[in-house]
């Protein structure tokens, strides 16, 4: 039995990062709806500040507030964008600790997800952003619908689409996030104990470079010492305007000689369609082909 099934299906909606309108999430509520659940706007979804949806108090009052109501069993963040890393200190962690949720979000989430794994001792799910999965009359990709569905059942998932360069028997914690946030992370407390865990990492629309840049940082910062293995997930949009500077596989081949942990690379995780949800501080193992991926939601916190 999940978490889900002893509580009851409402869901807060909740916009830490960038601004939204109105019917940026039709589409969104009709598949809430439609699966049992109940949606509760936050108080200040629809504010904007700049390029915020709201001001850094407004946002994480909002946070705090979802955790805090005990009517709410999930909670969605509803796009990306930027913003999130400004409200990692304005929470309240103790708070967030003493009241288990399920939290699904992608891309600039990734900075409040590991904030949570890190200071709240909280699981979340990385791999669903209602604004960027449905939009209008969109439905959600197998992969997602399948793993959000297991997710809610409590039941373990599993993944073949990926490569590596050897045959894998591992197992351990796992986190997901977009490269450039968690690189962001590097010298703040937000930052979860990487070592002796699996490391998911994707980006979007950054060279080559880049890509390799933010990678030395998280090895010079001391944060790939001890991992079990390194993942690469799908790094869309991310080539060199120079063909002579490399590609991304080359990246990849390069970073598989410099660890001393196995990479596995085009894991379906990332900006694109068709992606799996990764439970952000949970389980995961590596059996030869095939990545088995426990959600344990009746065990929220990371043990």
């Keep these: 039995m999940s978490m889900f099934d ?12 960038s601004s939204l309108k109105e019917n940026d999430l039709t589409a969104a509520r009709s598949f809430l709806s439609s699966s049992g659940i109940e949606s509760i706007d936050s108080a200040h979804l629809f ?6 949806a709201g001001s850094d108090s407004e946002r994480s009052a909002d946070i705090n507030a979802a ?10 963040t509803v796009r990306g964008g930027y913003g999130a890393m400004r409200v990692l200190d304005k929470l309240d962690y103790d ?10 979000g992608l891309s600039d989430s990734s900075a409040l997800q590991l904030a949570l794994a890190s200071q709240a001792n909280l699981k979340s799910f990385s791999g669903l952003s209602l604004t960027y999965d449905l ?22 998932y599993t993944e073949t689409d990926f490569e590596s360069f050897e045959a894998l028997e591992i197992e351990g914690r796992v986190y997901a996030s977009c ?43 001391g944060h790939l010492q001890s991992l079990k293995a390194l993942i690469f997930g799908a790094f869309n949009g991310c ?17 598989n000689k410099q660890l001393d942990c196995p990479v596995i ?25 095939t990545i088995f991926i426990y959600p344990e939601t009746d065990q929220l916190t990371i043990n």
């Excluded at 504010?47 to 915020?52: H, P």
């Excluded at 379906?268 to 439970?279: A, E, F, W």
């Design 6 to 17: 002893t509580l009851n299906s409402k869901a807060a909606l909740l916009a830490p990062s």
């Design 179 to 221: 490269l450039t946030l968690l690189a962001s992370l590097c010298g703040s407390p937000y930052i979860p104990d990487l070592r002796d865990s699996i490391l998911i990492i994707e980006d979007v629309k950054e060279e080559p470079y880049r890509i390799d840049r933010m990678i030395q940082q998280l090895k010079l910062s």
């Design 67 to 76: 955790f805090s109501d005990t009517d709410i069993a999930l909670i969605f």
């Design 239 to 255: 080539t060199s305007k120079d063909p002579g500077d490399g590609s991304m596989m080359e990246l990849v081949a390069d970073w």
């Design 265 to 289: 690379y085009n894991f379906p995780y990332g900006h694109i369609k068709d992606r799996v949800i990764i439970p952000v501080g949970g389980h995961l193992k590596i059996a030869k082909e």
């Design 95 to 104: 708070l967030i600790s003493q009241n288990k949720k399920l939290l699904f």
């Design 135 to 156: 939009k209008k009359d969109q439905q959600l990709s197998p992969k997602i619908r399948d793993c959000f569905n297991s997710i809610l059942k409590n039941e373990v």
């Design 47 to 52: 504010s904007r500040e700049r390029f915020l």
